[in-house]
Nanobody
Framework: QVQLVESGGGLVQAGGSLRLSCVASGRTFSIYPMAWFRQAPGKEREFVAAITWSDGSTSYADSVKGRFTISEDNAKNTVYLRMNSLKPEDTAVYYC???????????????????WGQGTQVTVSS
């Protein structure tokens, strides 16, 4: 099993920045891409960004390109999501996810991922 724990959420004004962290533990050698998803009230969970441990390949949702950056620290089994120029529409619970299959970074559906964290709330005020 793999456990994922997110942190770093909070309340920020529009235009501000936050950095989310996701620490993986357990059978981390069995996971391939890791990703961030988010879910706003009344909306479906949506893909934000993904990264692979092997070569650092990344992908982003169009809505966050140029503002968000996903990165990894293999030594710490940690994935980060740096969020700049935040907008009120970025308000959501952000979830870290990991896949047990070598699916690459362009698989963006929640069903493609096997392990999930508990989520961290990000609120952007206008």
């Amino acid at each position: 099993q793999v456990q994922l724990v997110e942190s770093g959420g909070g309340l920020v004004q529009a235009g501000g920045s936050l950095r989310l962290s996701c620490v993986a533990s357990g059978r981390t050698f069995s996971i391939y891409p890791m990703a961030w998803f988010r879910q706003a009230p009344g909306k479906e969970r949506e893909f934000v960004a993904a990264i692979t441990w092997s070569d650092g390949s990344t992908s982003y949702a169009d809505s966050v390109k140029g503002r968000f950056t996903i990165s990894e620290d293999n030594a710490k089994n940690t994935v980060y999501l740096r969020m700049n120029s935040l907008k009120p529409e970025d308000t959501a619970v952000y979830y870290c996810a990991a896949s047990a299959s070598n699916i690459g970074v362009y698989y963006t559906r929640p069903s493609h991922y096997d392990y999930w964290g508990q989520g961290t709330q990000v609120t952007v005020s206008s």
